[in-house]
């Protein structure tokens, strides 16, 4: 029994698999502009520095002592503060804040 397709014009049986035309997927095969004046009228979109999030505010002295602390094998891991923050990190994805 043939496979059935879904498609435009209703059902129809299926097509045979081939090889896939590789130029109709690639950037550069789309026509060039005819001028430059055609690609100059082009939209452009101006970005705003207002979205930028900036650099992330890390202490990198405290991330060196973590690290040497990690590797000394004596960083507490206190199961306690964990959960706490874990929970608490899930009430702040909830509130959206």
Partial sequence: MPSIEFGPKGLQPARAVGAVDVRATRPDARPAAK???AASD???VERS???KAGAAPVDAERVSEIRK???RGNYPV???RVADAMIAAGLLLR???
């Fill in 35 to 37: 001028d430059a004046a």
């Fill in 42 to 44: 082009a939209p452009t």
């Fill in 49 to 51: 520095d207002a979205f």
């Fill in 69 to 71: 602390a990690i590797d």
């Fill in 78 to 80: 206190i199961p306690m």
């Fill in 95 to 97: 509130s959206g804040k």
